[in-house]
């Protein structure tokens, strides 16, 4: 899924990236991220499309190192899919990478190390499910055997710098 800004209902990327705790006089530009959250349904039926423009500017966002509003903006997403359904597991997977490579800029390699792992099973378990039918919903499009083998190469890295966090898209 090679995911653009442009190619995600052409939002604007932020004008910086948060960093909490940094000594930055500013605070995140939820401004420009309102703009995706409110092209998010109060609910998706049945599943989480693929195309959606807030999941693929979510994506993006990590993507190009915006990871605080990566997180922002899938959160949103995960909030209106459809309960117990694979969009959700997949969701959550991506939540905890974008967290975890905020975490890895934030120089707190362990925290990165702890969710990565979470992601990985979440994948894993999105795996063991797979649709018996390929649809049109994110977790049908989504190349997770990919996505897993990124986060496994990063686990057994003995020493992590804030450069190696890992893309979804």
């Not at 693929?50 to 190009?64: E, F, Q, T, V």
């Amino acid at each position: 899924m090679n995911m653009t800004s442009s190619s995600a209902a052409h939002l604007p990327l932020p004008e910086w990236a948060y960093v909490p705790g940094e000594p930055a006089d500013s605070e995140p530009d939820h401004e420009t991220l309102w703009q995706a959250k409110a092209l998010v349904p109060a609910q998706f039926f049945g599943f989480v499309p693929a195309r959606h423009p807030a999941l693929r500017y979510g994506i993006a966002l990590n993507d190009a190192g915006y990871f605080w509003e990566s997180q922002e903006v899938l959160e949103a997403v995960w909030a209106a899919a459809p309960q117990r359904g694979r969009e959700r597991i997949l969701l959550r997977a991506c939540i905890q990478i974008a967290n975890a490579n905020l975490k890895l800029r934030m120089q707190k390699p362990h925290a990165a190390v702890r969710l990565w792992s979470e992601a990985l099973s979440a994948i894993r378990d999105l795996l063991s499910r797979r649709s018996a039918v390929a649809g049109d919903g994110f977790a049908d499009r989504f190349p997770a055997p990919r996505l897993a083998a990124a986060l496994e190469a990063r686990l057994i890295q003995p020493r992590l710098s804030k450069s190696d966090w890992i893309k979804i898209g």
